[in-house]
């Protein structure tokens, strides 16, 4: 525990000192790694995954693009009036594809291209649901929550580096311990993009409460079933839904108009 508290401590510190905050939540994060070329990467990776995936053009998919361009349009607008209020210096290449696969996943790349699998269309149940999964995705895009990650990755590297070095702490220990940290602000990064994915449902003109109800079924459909929280990525479902309750009612989300 000693451990995690000093790498804690290291990665306030770096947090403290870093110039960038996450759009509209005002959240201090770490920007180490180039913006463009991370994007860049993203488009490249993106089109490799497009080719070697069966992507589909049918009803559902027109759905997907519909639900992404409106919410896309409805960010960029915002943030048009808003300015201030975003980090991003490069301008997105929106692109929305439904890709062939059992899943139930969406993600979004830095930079705007989309995929959602037809996997999670069971679970959405229509275009709110859509709008719940697509805007919170988008959400991770707009926060920069990779390059967030990436940032932190090196200096995950580092500081093991040094204590290793310099101090003979185990790498075992290490690991372990930060880790532990990492996923802390996994678990974070998640709460924030449900957070701004329902002011994005808000300006796109989708109901945000409809959010609880696509949780709640995601919920029931694992049976109840997750590991520890602090030994996860995101938030159990239990915690997701009482954050997303207190957020439909925060003066963060209430004030925010188009």
Request: proline share 4%.
């Given at each position: 525990?000693?451990?995690?508290?000093?790498?804690?401590?290291?990665?306030?510190?770096?947090?403290?000192?870093?110039?960038?905050?996450?759009?509209?939540?005002?959240r201090k994060q770490l920007l180490l790694v180039n913006e463009e070329e991370t994007i860049q990467n993203s488009?490249?990776?993106?089109?490799?995954?497009?080719?070697?995936?069966?992507?589909?053009?049918?009803?559902?998919?027109?759905?997907?693009?519909?639900?992404?361009?409106?919410?896309?349009?409805?960010?960029?607008?915002?943030?048009?009036?808003?300015p201030e209020q975003r980090t991003s210096k490069v301008k997105y290449q929106w692109e929305f594809n439904l890709?062939?696969?059992?899943?139930?996943?969406?993600?979004?790349?830095?930079?705007?291209?989309?995929?959602?699998?037809?996997?999670?269309?069971?679970?959405t149940k229509g275009e709110q649901g859509i709008a719940v999964v697509m805007s919170h995705e988008i959400a991770?895009?707009?926060?920069?929550?990779?390059?967030?990650?990436?940032?932190?990755?090196?200096?995950?590297?580092?500081?093991?580096?040094?204590?290793?070095?310099?101090?003979?702490?185990?790498?075992?220990?290490?690991?372990?311990?930060?880790?532990?940290?990492?996923?802390?602000?996994?678990?974070?990064?998640?709460?924030?993009?449900?957070?701004?994915?329902?002011?994005?449902?808000?300006?796109?003109?989708?109901?945000?409460?409809?959010?609880?109800?696509?949780?709640?079924?995601?919920?029931?459909?694992?049976?109840?079933?997750?590991?520890?929280?602090?030994?996860?990525?995101?938030?159990?479902?239990?915690?997701?839904?009482?954050?997303?309750?207190?957020?439909?009612?925060?003066?963060?989300?209430?004030?925010?108009?188009?």
């Open positions: 525990m000693k451990m995690k508290k000093v790498l804690s401590l290291v990665f306030l510190a770096l947090f403290l000192i870093s110039c960038s905050s996450t759009p509209i939540t005002g488009y490249a990776q993106y089109a490799q995954v497009i080719k070697q995936s069966t992507v589909l053009n049918n009803n559902d998919a027109k759905l997907v693009k519909k639900v992404g361009n409106n919410i896309a349009k409805a960010v960029e607008k915002y943030f048009e009036l808003h890709i062939k696969d059992d899943t139930p996943n969406a993600w979004c790349m830095p930079g705007g291209k989309v995929a959602f699998y037809t996997g999670i269309l069971p679970y991770h895009a707009i926060a920069e929550h990779s390059r967030e990650q990436q940032s932190q990755s090196l200096v995950q590297g580092g500081v093991g580096a040094v204590l290793q070095t310099a101090f003979g702490v185990p790498q075992e220990l290490y690991g372990s311990a930060s880790n532990l940290v990492m996923l802390g602000y996994s678990r974070k990064q998640e709460t924030e993009a449900d957070e701004l994915g329902l002011i994005f449902m808000k300006l796109a003109g989708y109901n945000p409460s409809y959010a609880l109800t696509f949780w709640e079924r995601m919920s029931s459909a694992g049976g109840g079933k997750q590991s520890p929280e602090f030994l996860s990525t995101h938030p159990n479902d239990k915690t997701r839904i009482e954050n997303i309750k207190k957020f439909l009612n925060s003066p963060t989300f209430l004030n925010v108009k188009k």
